[in-house]
């Protein structure tokens, strides 16, 4: 789809407006591709009465069907056969639900200039050979997780010379090695290359609590970097303020903020987020987001807090153009930031928490096949 | 966290816990048995405090915004009458005293050591599922729910305290259900097994109760509101406020109104009505927009579903703010999108039992909404059909003194006759 390409290798990554014609473009046709390809979103789309040639302004985008990541996780919606897809990938679903998000060859070849292009804007890419210290899960062919080939990806920001896991495979599950984890650092500490501590942000919360009781600080190579991804859901309840976590990553490993990187994204709707010095997200050019009213869906003004409604047309196996998450966030003006970059910037205030109903009444319907018996 | 012998320890401590607790359990029953009395004097303070509210500060700590009026809702229960009046209804005025027979007497007698497996969609559930146990004297060990985050363990420390001599009789342990071989262990010192749940934790302690071990499942039901001539207005209302306050999570919160019509032009047209009813409901008890989103995601993603599944034409959707009605034409009792989600169908009374009994096993509450004449002839229906609690419009998930549990004396179960020759 050539249309996907040129807005993926774009050079003016946070330049929306100059953006908007190309992007326009791409979600049409990524819309058109899932409505010939993918039966159930072409019967969303017809129900809901949109059609992708009406899509001519970026106010329009709000009429494409947005699909909760809720759906996904109860249907498999995918526009082309498995054997034609690159991967296919799990969410990280904390609470025993996954969504399965098939990728297309393209969608692989679209995010290479994206992430280049991020990656060197935010300074995460180096030629200087680096170890890494993962602290997420150990890849493996059964691990199907997003979050953990986004990790084991990362380390490829700059040569890697080794890779601890905390999250370590024993036979058919995972058994945390934080101890190991530190000892690698204490190790890597006297290493002329530096270190990259890449990980789930409430893995290192934890770590770094556990290493400055027991006094064991080290002071990482200059260069070092932390690489946070994956969000805090799997210990959401630890969820603590980042000056904190900032400030405890300089006191125990000697990584200075700026050199701290956040990133966000999502198995639906795989974007490469970075979050700018200050801290926020602002929306690169491969996405667009609509924060919608909770209770009515209506997208909101800049500055209401609603549901996030994330739009890109990076992929064409699975009908992801439009996807609502269940997470609530504000947009805030770009250049109320001060960081320099101009697109408005995305704060995630928290998760809805869908998955973690569980109740009598839904349980009698999984024994009825999803309640329906006629 | 662990309880036991009234305070509570790290989970570190379990190994060495679960090591010892033979001899503990062992020791317990050895001992002299748990009066009644103690117990009901227990539990009757606890809940005056509670009612008071001693302790909500305390326990807003270890419940989410909204979940303290929930809690609310099982409160009533921790109260002498309504203790007393339940060991009346299921045991009979004679209560544990022994029955003379021709040529034995029988005397009851705590099952023994009762594991209670808790379910975590209703706030203190786990605290009343132990106060079954210990008014009929046994020994109880409680596995808290993932979604209990220390509301149970500071119940029961209040009991304790307050009764050391409870102290003995009562074990929480905060396990996941992955930890098999801890919960195996624990399976295999209990004389019998309550769980509250799914299905899923149903099957599990199926399989790590020993043979023998006597297994109550207290398990998942579907319940609905039955609608035959014109309602009044507040009835609906109490209807809709039901639906609000139990978010349709609970086995008695109403997951479709049924119309006594085979009209499904009339279930539409009473889903249009009733939308504006459940908003203002709804919109009267949110607290926030995390409550109003789970809702509506809820209704969309439902509504996307039935639309991707080629099932959604014929149906009408009527979407509110933070709510939804969906008119359907087939007549089964299902599961609602829950959250202020709720289903319409049309099922006439000629219909009723055949319909319902699709789903024996599964039925529990039934609202009953209809003139005063038709009331017993309904209800008959409705109870031959396999209901087991019948109420007024919005009184669907009220606890009522001595009432059974999903069609059983749950004391009973948790006690054993002895017949001795005279």
Redesign the interface.
Known sequence: MPSRQALFWHPRPYDLPASDALFLRAAADNCAYHIAHC???A??CR?LDFDPKSLRSTEDLARI?A??T??FK??A?FSMPERRMAMRVTSSGTSGTFSRIGFDWGSLLAEVPMVLRLGARHRLISGVPAHCVVLGYQPHRDNHAGVTRTMYGLTFFSPPLSRTYALQRRGTSYIPDLDGAAHALERLAASPFPTRVIGFPSYLWFGLQQLEALGRTVRLRPGSRIILAGGWKEHG?QEVAKSALYAAAERVLGVPPDHIHELFGAVEHPVFYNACPNHRFHVPIYSRVLIRD????APLPMGE???INLISPLMTATPTLSV?T?D?GYLEPGDACGCGIPSPALTIV?R???S?????????????G????? | MIFAHGSLLPDSRLPGLLAGLEGELNAALAGPPLPAETVLAALDALGRRLAAGEFDALLRRFLPAGELARLGEVLPLFTRDVLEEKLRAELGPERFSPRERRQTTARFLPLGVLLHVA???QPGLGLFSVAEGLLTGNVNLLKLPR?D?GLSLAALSLLTEAAPELAGFVYAFDLPSSRTAELKALAGLADGIAV?????AVETFRHLAPPGCRLMEW?????FAYLSGPPAAQELDALAAHIAATG????S?C?VIFLDTGDFSAARAFAEAFLPRLERAVLARRAG??E???????G??AF??R????R?PGEAFF?G??CSVTARP???L??SP??GNVLVKPLPRSELLPVLR??KG?LQTAGLLCAEEEREALTALLARAGVTRITRAGRLSDPFPGEGHDGEYPLRRYLRVVDVEN
Do not use: F
Request: glycine share 14%.
């Open positions: 039966p159930g979103y019967a969303i129900r069907p699909l909760p809720l759906l109860r249907e919606l309840a909770p209770e009515t869906l807090v609603g549901l609502m269940d609530l928290g809805v928490g869908m973690d109903i569980r109740t009598c009444a839904a349980g009698a319907a999984e024994l009825l999803k309640g329906e018996m006629g | 379910a975590g969609n979604e985050k509250w749940g799914g299905d899923g398990g998942h039901r579907l319940s349709q999570r609970l086995c919160s997951q927009p995390w109003s989103a789970r809702a509506a995601l809820s969309y993603t996307l579903e639309v991707t599944a080629g959604e979407r703010r933070g087939d007549r089964e299902e599961l829950m959250e699709r789903q599964r």
